[in-house]
């Protein structure tokens, strides 16, 4: 289901635990709260959530660099139930491919020790086109 701007707190307490041993930086809910209430609104993002809002999925529109057209970019997915995370990217499908030749393409990031997530994106059809680093 679409998310509403009453479910921005829980969202970013996802946000939080999903990252928590990650971040190596004080996470400022502030930024967190803007960012997440303008993705809900805009209608070139999706934020999806379950009924408990224990999985969320967002999606938002990035300009591209070379390009005329804009990415959709992944922003965050998570999910702390089974099948979560992989019944909201496949919800959002639908979406996606409602901005057809509009963009360039669909840009996903993930962790190199999340194998779930690569399984989800892979079962709907998404192929590996390169590698993000970070230091």
């Excluded at 998310?3 to 990650?22: F, K, P, Q, R, T």
């Excluded at 019944?87 to 669909?106: E, F, M």
Aim: with cysteine.
């Amino acid at each position: 289901m679409y998310a509403c701007l009453d479910d921005v707190e829980d969202i970013i307490d996802l946000m939080v635990e999903a990252h928590n041993e990650l971040v190596t930086y004080k996470y400022s809910r502030e930024k967190a709260s803007k960012n997440v209430s303008r993705w809900i609104v805009d209608p070139k993002s999706l934020v999806l959530v379950n009924n408990n809002i224990t999985a969320c999925y967002i999606l938002t529109f990035t300009e591209s660099w070379y390009c005329t057209k804009p990415f959709i970019s992944d922003m965050f997915l998570y999910s702390k139930t089974t099948g979560g995370g992989y019944r909201l990217v496949k919800d959002a499908q639908k979406w996606i491919k409602g901005w057809g030749d509009n963009v360039a393409g669909v840009l996903i990031s993930t962790r190199d020790d999340a194998p779930i997530v690569d399984k989800i994106y892979k079962k709907l059809g998404y192929k590996i086109a390169g590698t993000k680093w970070q230091r």
